[in-house]
């Protein structure tokens, strides 16, 4: 039988230590970290929170009165248009980062399968799937907005008819078990979400760059294998969450800990640069505020790249797990990862549990 979920690990593991430490390559590290982070590979796994409770000192004084005088009134009209702006392109720009994703995610798999990170090759490779896979991530970004729209439209508006927002404390009850109701379903709807999602780009990414095959084909044909064997692809979903669970809890001490690194120094330059410019005569307006948003957003990118520098082993792992556990289950995945011996019929049948890629 196909090899567990618990026995996959061991496999994910080995191929990891391979690739990423024998030999350690500098240059490999760099390139998987900025194909990890444009494809999303760590994007639930490094998140933190900081406090909603927390305060700045208050300022009195001399130094109060700097800050307000820091930050004057800017023209409605002005700050209306420039809000205008980043919003077009932020819109813009989350459409083009979704292609790069969809690319980077071709990249990903071909760089764990072949142990090899080829960014330039493989963007030119693998346009059509990465196309194929923009136009699912698309539309399934449309419906899940509509979804919601209709899960929390539906309830809003039977309770508005009703009167419980007119009037609620003469619908208390029906607020808090309308509230609890609406609750489960939202967090019903995310997992499932969230588990679509990532058997798209664990089971059907690889597929979609074996066959050249679309999002939706490869879901069909991913629907009947896991019907075959739902109790196995339920324990790949339970580790999964266990797994990255611990490797969000290990990313995000990381971070934190990068993050006061580079807030510190940085937040001191940011005041040397507020007095300079104070100093000079400069003013908050269009122009300084543009500089300080592309600042911000230059070092955040930094940022960024540093924690998926420093995530690169899960980055390897994930998606090394997903395809030593889907391989002997899909044959085109399957000949790839375990190529059949070039010698003839005398050589003994591929054994269950092979070592990994390599």
């Known amino acids: 039988m196909p090899i567990s979920a618990i026995d996959t690990i061991a496999l994910a593991v080995q191929h990891t230590k391979q690739q990423l430490f024998q030999p350690f390559r500098l240059w490999q590290w760099t390139r998987l970290a900025l194909v990890g982070l444009l494809a999303g590979e760590i994007g639930s796994s490094g998140s933190f929170h900081f406090p909603s409770n927390f305060n700045f000192p208050q300022t009195n004084g001399p130094s109060r009165h ?56 493989g963007w030119a490779h693998r346009q059509g799937p990465a196309w194929r896979y923009f136009l699912w991530q698309l539309g399934f970004m449309l419906a899940v907005i509509a979804a919601a729209v209709v899960f929390l439209g539906i309830p809003a508006g039977f309770a508005y008819s009703m009167g419980w927002f007119s009037q609620p404390g003469e619908h208390v009850l029906g607020l808090v ?17 969230a588990v ?21 084909e490869g879901w069909r044909r991913l629907w009947k294998i896991m019907e075959a064997e739902k109790g196995g692809y339920a324990g790949y979903i339970g580790m999964k969450i266990v797994m990255a669970i611990g490797a969000g809890i290990m990313v995000a001490i990381a971070t934190v800990i990068l993050g006061l690194m580079i807030v510190i120094p940085s937040a001191a330059l940011a005041i040397v640069a507020v007095l300079t410019g104070k100093s000079a005569g400069l003013t908050w307006n269009a122009f300084t505020i543009t500089v300080m948003v592309v600042a911000a957003c230059i070092l955040f990118a930094i940022f960024m790249y540093l924690v998926a520098l420093i995530s690169v082993p899960v980055i390897v792992f994930f998606p090394a797990y997903s395809i030593y556990f889907f391989a002997p289950r899909y044959r085109a995945l399957g000949l790839v990862v375990y190529p059949p011996p070039a010698a003839g019929p005398e050589e003994p049948p591929m054994p269950l549990m092979p070592a990994p890629i390599g």
């Open 66 to 121: 700097f800050m307000e005088q820091s930050f004057p009134k800017i023209d409605p009209a002005i700050l209306g248009g420039l809000v205008a702006v980043l919003v077009i392109a932020g819109g813009i720009f989350l459409i083009v980062l979704m292609y790069i994703s969809s690319v980077m995610r071709f990249i990903l798999f071909d760089s764990i399968v072949t142990k090899e990170c080829h960014i330039r090759q």
């Open 177 to 193: 078990l309308g509230g609890i109701v609406m609750l489960f379903v939202a967090f019903v709807f995310f997992v499932g979400i």
């Open 196 to 216: 679509v999602h990532v058997l798209t780009k664990d089971f059907v990414v690889p597929q979609m760059a074996l066959e050249g095959i679309g999002a939706i």
